[in-house]
C-alpha cells in the first residue's frame, strides 16, 4: 500500500520561504506522477505543482510558477517542494499526491498524504 507523508510545513513571514517534504513508501514509482495541491476549509482541493518520476517533467500553477518548485529524489522517494517570496495567499494545507499514469492538474490522484499546515503572515 502506497503511504506518502509530508513534512515541512509552518509558520513564515510573507516573502520567506519553506520547503516541504514527501517520503513515499510502499510502491514501485518509476511510472507514477507525484503532485501537490492545497487547500483551506470551506474551499475545493487546488492544483500546485506536478512532476513525472522519471522523466522529471513539470507542471504548475499560475499562481505559482516562477516561486514554488517541485522536484523529486529517486534514491530516497522524496518529493519536494521549494517555495519562495511566500504570499499571504499561499497559506493552505498543502497534500501531497500520487498516481501511476501521467501529468495531471485535476485531483485525480489514487493516493494523498495527511497535509501540512503552511501559514504566512503579512
Known amino acids: 500500500q502506497v503511504q506518502l507523508v509530508e513534512s515541512g510545513g509552518g509558520l513564515v513571514q510573507a516573502g520567506g520561504s519553506l520547503r516541504l517534504s514527501c517520503a513515499a513508501s510502499g510502491g514501485t514509482f518509476s511510472s507514477y506522477t507525484m503532485g501537490w495541491f492545497r487547500q483551506n476549509p470551506g474551499k475545493q482541493r487546488e492544483f500546485v505543482a506536478t512532476?513525472?518520476?522519471?522523466?522529471?517533467?513539470?507542471d504548475y500553477s499560475d499562481s505559482v510558477k516562477g516561486r514554488f518548485t517541485i522536484s523529486r529524489d529517486v534514491a530516497t522517494n522524496t518529493v519536494y517542494l521549494q517555495m519562495n517570496s511566500l504570499k499571504p495567499e499561499d497559506t493552505a494545507v498543502y497534500y501531497c499526491?500520487?498516481?501511476?499514469?501521467?501529468?495531471?492538474?485535476?485531483?485525480?490522484?489514487?493516493?494523498w498524504g495527511q497535509g501540512t499546515q503552511v501559514t504566512v503572515s503579512s
Open positions: 499526491a500520487a498516481r501511476p499514469y501521467g501529468l495531471a492538474r485535476s485531483a485525480d490522484y489514487n493516493y
Open positions: 512532476v513525472t518520476w522519471t522523466g522529471g517533467r513539470r
